[in-house]
């Protein structure tokens, strides 16, 4: 079965955008919190976790309230407009530190942050649901492996321009203004391509006019009806929060990196963004690499061994970190290396397993339930690992993610749904997957 590779790379311009702002947030926010701000580890990691917070409840709703309305574009765009003129206020609060007290600078800084994270809630469920609605069911591995290539060129171009753009204020302090700017300008120009050239009521139809290779029967097979409401059948039901669970605990480990590393890098190395930005960038290119080749692996082994794959390399270059990662080595490339790898393996096919078990119409509340997950541990990680980190020192934050990541083997290994590979190509679908290349 082909995926049509045009079209989805044009959905995945939202991604993109999405990527690039995070990329931003996890790596830059922390740092200002700690170098204007002047907050502990404990309290930066609660902050930290805002995001995840809001997005806990706004996700889930806002996935389904585009179910209903029963278009995606509308919410992405007003979204990352919205959130680009937020975004560049906290590059000017940051360089304007000291006009006010410093707790009211700090309660300004919370509040714009938080009109920004409620913002970016709003159309994340939306963006990545879009995918899903234009793509055959069996070739949403491949699909998905296309969203978080380009999902990860949009953190590399924040990384790349990281190095770029990054000045010494006059007070010694980072100005990371012209660094903002050019995120927010690359949000934009992703969110009007998708508004320009992404006509969403045609490629939905389409899908809708389209056999799929799954019958409507089939699909509906996977649900049963109680009290007059579709529900999953319980062996259904258990793979589905089996899935669930290997994903809550792979953010709780893979999370807890991402969010400290910054931190961790330039108070155990002694060495600057410089080599945190090195890092990142590594394990970015090498997912951008991987993408692909793991969509068609998954096609041809199953997503599910495909994600045990990655949860095991993962495990390995934790349990390295521990180890090896107390001073800066060039090895450590290599572990980011392979971070990236196992990353894609993981975040390209536990999606579609969820999207699998949904059937069209709700692939937005599905999205929500991914969300919902991986949120609520990006909610608890930062604190844990920030208190972690605060009380018992930095070297505790390999171990945590390692544990974590050895934990989520067990569910995926159990789950028995949601594992799908692709059947005989109708002879429609092969004609339009062609048809606007």
Known sequence: MKLNYKR???????????????????????????????????PAGIIMSLDNIVAL??????????????????????????????FMFLPVLDNTYGIWSPSTSLVVFIVVLGALLLTMGTYRSPAVALMP????KPVRSKGNAVINLMGAVGGAFTLVVMKMLVFDGADGRANYLYLFLAVSVLMVLAALTVMFFVPERKFVQQMKDINYGVSEAEDQSKFIEVDG?????????????LILATITLWFLGYNAVTTAFSKYATTMWDSGLNHVSTCLLVATGV?????????????????????IIGLIVALACFIYGAIGARTFSPLLYVMFAAIGFAQAAVTVNTFPMVWEISHFGNVGKYTGFYYTCSMAAQVVTPIASGYLLQYAGYDTLFPYAAVFIALAIIPIALAKHGDSRPGKLPSKLEALAGADD
């Open 229 to 241: 409401k579709q529900k999953l059948p319980p062996e259904v039901m258990r793979s589905l929060i």
């Open 57 to 86: 409840f706004l996700l889930p709703l806002f996935g389904a309230l585009s179910d209903k309305v029963g278009r995606r574009i509308p919410f992405i765009v007003a979204g990352t407009f919205t959130a680009v003129v937020l």
């Open 8 to 42: 989805t790379f044009l959905v995945g311009f939202a991604f993109l955008s999405i990527s690039a702002f995070w990329q931003m947030y996890d790596t830059i926010i922390p740092l200002i919190m700690r170098d204007t701000y002047h907050l502990a580890d404990g």
């Open 133 to 136: 609605d234009v793509t055959p």
């Open 287 to 307: 997912a951008i690499v991987s993408y692909l080749p793991i969509g068609i692996l998954a096609s041809r082994i199953g997503r599910k061994k495909t994600i």
